[in-house]
């Protein structure tokens, strides 16, 4: 019996189960508790030509997206109330 796959990629996660049945892993299977996926939502947000800027320099500095700064602003701001 093979192995489970330990891959990100797509192609080949599907290429595997096209071969497999996920029944025949019982064995190698375990319950996650909790959601597996975290359902987002996207919304638009209108800033100034400096004030985008100085986000993407903010976000350039931290290593990560624009979105993900603004994320996590939002999120600080939303535990403090």
């Not at 071969?19 to 892993?25: C, E, I, S, V, W």
């Not at 996650?32 to 986000?55: C, E, H, K, N």
Request: hydrophobic letters at 40%; glycine letters at 2%; proline letters at 5%.
């Amino acid at each position: 019996m093979n192995d489970l796959p330990e891959t990100d990629s797509i192609s080949e996660l599907a290429a595997f189960w096209q071969a497999h049945d996920l029944t025949d892993f019982d064995d190698k299977l375990e319950e996650v508790p909790g959601p597996v996926f975290i359902r987002t939502r996207q919304i638009i947000l209108p800033l100034s030509t400096v004030d985008a800027t100085a986000l993407h320099v903010i976000a350039s500095q931290q290593r990560i997206s624009e979105a993900e700064l603004v994320s996590r602003w939002v999120h600080e701001r939303l535990q403090t109330g």
